[in-house]
């Protein structure tokens, strides 16, 4: 049984930087398909990023593009979400998920597996 385990949330000022980690257990890492996803209070879960299984093909959700940047290491079962100049509507717990499918995908209902997230705070 494949786990995630999000890290490197936290509390920031706007403007600031967090560097957030998923670490994968229990299954061949290389062969999922990574994302984030988000969910802020009140709002459904939405897409952030997402990165193909040996890291060629990445995808933006249009509200982070050009301040965060999603990368793996697979030789460390482990994908990142580097995020910079954070706005207050960042706020949200994030998710890592992986999935088995062959594209990369914004459709949270493609991913097989999911970690229990980290809470990001941003304060303007």
């Known amino acids: 049984q494949t786990q995630l385990v999000e890290a490197g949330g936290g509390s920031v000022q706007a403007g600031a930087s967090l560097r957030l980690s998923c670490v994968a257990s229990?299954?061949?890492?290389?062969?999922?398909?990574m994302g984030w996803f988000r969910q802020a209070p009140g709002k459904e879960r939405e897409f952030v990023a997402t990165i193909s299984k040996i890291g060629l093909s990445t995808d933006y959700a249009a509200s982070v593009k050009g301040r965060f940047t999603i990368s793996r290491v697979n030789a460390k079962n482990t994908v990142y979400l580097q995020m910079n100049s954070l706005k207050f509507e960042d706020t949200a717990v994030y998710y890592c998920?992986?999935?088995?499918?062959?594209?990369?995908?914004?459709?949270?209902?493609?991913?097989?597996?999911w970690g229990q997230g980290t809470q990001v705070t941003v304060s303007s």
């Open positions: 998920a992986g999935r088995t499918g062959a594209a990369i995908s914004q459709n949270d209902g493609a991913y097989n597996y």
């Open positions: 229990g299954g061949t890492f290389s062969s999922y398909v």
